[in-house]
């Protein structure tokens, strides 16, 4: 896909990145910070996992342990392998990849994940029928560009229960309707071969063998498929709502475009900043638990930087774009975003809906929920 415009923001951007790099002597990637806290969310899944599995003695204990599990498998994809499928995390080659393969552990697939995540959704940002992130089917309608169905008017109430099996059609579903296809949403790409493929394979061995294998011996088959529920269930809501507050709300725009639909009549940098709204940045405890994607402005922007760095990134952004007149788009706090969510949700199911697909940029720094 190409995008047309003026790139001089995005030089100057760049370099005013680089040059707070320089002058602060830290590196973007292979941060002593990010594998302290690689250990500490690989260790809690561990023990929570072996709890849940070889130690819990009631159901009271097994739904709490499922819960922190669900909390501990999102935290792997928000941290360790989102970092690790961007090359974000190291330097190393070798490491990114070890990195973006604990998604294989936790029942995705890291192959198909770089083509549907990095490739298409980077470059195709909220853009119907190109990135797939956006695209719910029949279930639901969040874009302005997408048909409307009847039963959209309640989509704002019954799509939240909906989140919850996100990753359950991920892990059963979703990955091998994509192999057996060639197409990720409606875009072909290509099938995994070689040693791609046999992570593939072998990550869903291992990934059937803990969900289901192991626990068998111990349990009944009804008591792990009720708690692996419970877990894919917390890990999808969770996984859902960072994607959704980031991109599928009030502020963001849908872009379309051109008839040959591989053009776009806006420069990159400045596609992502009309599509993509940061939210809850003050807040470092919930920073640290998504892995830094409330700064989803700054991880479009520069996606092969640690998410460690993104709040001193996001500084040097916010002023750039003031200076050059650029809107930055952001939501105070959590709250404000879920909420700017579901007015979207509720908007879009309405039988009628006038809704300008990118919105009229004006120098304001920032826009605020």
């Not at 394979?201 to 692996?228: D, E, M, Q, R």
């Not at 809850?280 to 920073?287: D, P």
């Not at 700054?298 to 650029?326: D, K, M, N, Q």
Request: aromatic share 14%; hydrophobic share 45%.
């Amino acid at each position: 896909m190409k995008f047309s415009g003026d790139n001089s923001f995005h030089r100057e951007l760049r370099r005013r990145v680089d040059a707070e790099f320089k002058r602060s002597g830290r590196r973007q990637r292979d941060s002593a910070q990010m594998y302290l806290k690689t250990a500490i969310i690989l260790a809690l899944f561990a023990l929570t996992y072996a709890a849940l599995v070889f130690f819990a003695t009631s159901g009271w204990q097994a739904l709490w342990l499922s819960i922190v599990l669900g909390v501990a498998t999102a935290g792997i994809g928000f941290n360790i392998m989102h970092d690790g499928g961007h090359q974000a995390y190291s330097e190393r080659r070798w490491i990114n990849r070890l990195m973006a393969m604990t998604l294989d552990m936790v029942g995705g697939s890291s192959y198909i994940w770089q083509w549907k995540h990095a490739r298409f959704h980077h470059t195709w940002v909220n853009v119907a029928g190109h990135d797939s992130d956006i695209d719910l089917g029949v279930l639901g309608r969040l874009s302005p560009r997408q048909p409307r169905r009847p039963w959209h008017r309640w989509q704002h109430f019954y799509l939240w229960v909906l989140y919850g099996v996100t990753a359950i059609r991920w892990h059963l579903y979703g990955d091998f309707r994509d192999m057996i296809t060639g197409t990720v949403g409606e875009r072909p790409f290509a099938r995994p071969r070689g040693w791609d493929l046999v992570v593939f394979v072998a990550g869903k061995l291992a990934f059937f063998t803990l969900a289901f294998g192991l626990p068998l011996v111990f349990h009944s088959i009804g008591a792990v498929l009720l708690f692996y529920t419970v877990t894919a269930a917390v890990a999808g809501i969770l996984l859902a709502l960072v994607f959704q507050m980031a991109h599928v709300v009030e502020q963001a725009a849908f872009p379309e475009p051109d008839e040959g639909g591989q053009h776009m009549d806006t420069p990159w940098a400045i596609h992502q900043l009309q599509t993509t709204v940061d939210f809850a940045r003050g807040n470092r405890v919930l920073s640290w638990l998504i892995g830094g994607l409330n700064f989803q402005v700054e991880h479009h922007l520069f996606p092969r930087i640690s998410h460690v760095h993104y709040a001193a990134v996001a500084r040097v952004v916010e002023e750039t774009c003031r200076e050059f007149g650029v809107t930055y788009l952001e939501h105070r706090t959590f709250a404000a975003g879920i909420a700017s969510h579901y007015r979207w949700l509720r908007r879009l199911g309405q039988p009628a809906i006038v809704a300008a697909a990118v919105p009229v940029l004006t120098p304001v720094p920032a826009v605020h929920g």
